[in-house]
């Protein structure tokens, strides 16, 4: 299993960002998907999930409303919108199937600042 995260950066309070995850070595399309989210000193949080064929969502409250997760399974690729970006949301951000497996990538950094 490999999990190849990117997209982060440094963006300002309100700004937007896409997340990329490009995935091998598994059945991609036969796979819900997630995004997790890990700030510094504080526990890896869900963000977001997303299943197989149906590409049903569900989100952490504190990112409903802004974050969009969504796939393609032609391109074993799951994607994070971030919309209206907080400080708060600043952190590395993973991908991984779900329920999560053991199998981490490097993550990409998330930084909301002015």
Not at 37 to 55: M, W, Y
Not at 63 to 83: E, W
Request: aromatic share 10%; net charge neutral; proline share 4%.
């Amino acid at each position: 299993v490999q999990l190849v995260e990117s997209g982060g950066g440094l963006v300002q309070p309100g700004g937007s960002l896409r997340l990329s995850c490009a995935a091998s070595g598994f059945s991609f399309s036969r796979s819900a998907m997630s995004w997790y989210r890990q700030a510094p000193e504080k526990e890896r949080e869900l963000v977001a999930t997303i299943t197989s064929h149906e590409g049903n969502t569900n989100y952490a409250d504190s990112v409903k409303g802004r974050f969009t997760i969504s796939r393609d399974n032609a391109k074993n690729t799951v994607y994070l919108q971030m919309n209206s970006l907080k400080p708060d949301d600043t952190a590395a951000y993973y991908c991984n199937l779900y329920p999560v497996t053991g199998y981490w990538g490097q993550g990409t950094q998330v930084t909301v600042s002015s």
